[in-house]
């Protein structure tokens, strides 16, 4: 079977101090993997092949800037109840200073009235966290959010949902990353795409290496997730499934499958984690 190099999808970091020079806020793609287990270099992810999101029509997405004494990187993230936001463990392993978690954005380079804003400086990496293995993290919120038509939860799945492994679903992932390979910032405005979860059968003929703990949707169309996505969502049957983690090697735009955590394989991780109720 052949080998395929995946890029993962870390957050980017940048050189910013007290004014945020969005010009020079440049997600570094990915850290590239030999199959799923050699580590080869840091990169960021964004939707390529979507839309632009109609304002606030995704009320559970999280965008979060990760503070560094040396710079700050941006990933994704999804509300899950009102103090906590799921994102990927590769986001917050290199122990951020604080996390500021923007809810009810659309332009994440404005203040828009739309938004809260929440710093933090609690948040946990899945102890088992390795590689593409257990990417998965939780962001506290010291200050709940306040829920209304701009910020809501997305579900988790239930305890009758690990069995289901969501293929043949319609999903939808989300973020402010990269709309292609080339591009040189991340998206001004949210945006989503449409796109299929496929076996993980048919993943691993593309990608070996695929684990029953990962989920993967299709590429066809050159949609996926790309550079500054993340730790962001990917929503099916209206419940949080899959949390952005790697693309292909060839490029956001190749058509590859993109991969993500599975939600149903962290459940008791999430509970034992949170004030999150799962039944």
Aim: proline share 4%; charged share 15%.
């Amino acid at each position: 079977m052949k080998q395929i190099s995946l890029i993962f999808i870390a957050s980017s970091l940048v050189t910013a101090h007290v004014t945020t020079d969005w010009s020079k806020v440049l997600p570094t793609r990915e850290t590239a993997y030999r199959g799923l287990s050699q580590l080869e270099s840091s990169k960021d992810v964004k939707i390529v092949g979507g839309n632009e999101a109609a304002p606030n029509s995704i009320p559970y997405q999280a965008g979060m800037f990760l503070y560094f004494n040396e710079g700050w990187n941006f990933c994704g993230g999804s509300l899950i109840t009102r103090r906590y936001v799921l994102t990927a463990a590769h986001c917050l392993v290199n122990k951020p200073v604080s996390v500021e978690v923007i809810l009810g954005a659309h332009k994440i380079r404005q203040t828009e009235p739309t938004q809260q804003r929440i710093r933090t400086s609690t948040y946990k990496v899945h102890e088992q966290y390795n590689s593409l293995q257990n990417d998965i993290g939780i962001v506290s919120l010291p200050t709940p959010a306040n829920l209304n038509q701009y910020v809501q939860l997305i579900a988790l799945p239930r305890r009758a949902d690990i069995s289901n492994s969501f293929a043949g679903s319609e999903a939808i992932a989300s973020g402010w990353g990269y709309t292609s390979t080339s591009a040189a910032d991340i998206s001004d405005v949210l945006r989503y795409i449409n796109v299929p979860i496929i076996t993980n059968d048919v993943c691993n003929a593309t990608i070996p290496g695929i684990t029953g703990s990962m989920v993967c949707s299709g590429g066809a169309g050159n949609k996926g997730v790309c550079y500054g996505d993340s730790g962001g969502p990917l929503m099916a049957s209206r419940k949080l499934v899959g949390i952005a983690i790697s693309i292909g090697l060839n490029g956001c735009e190749a058509g590859d499958p993109s991969i993500f955590t599975r939600v149903t394989s962290h459940l008791d991780w999430i509970s034992a984690n949170s004030d999150a109720v799962i039944s």
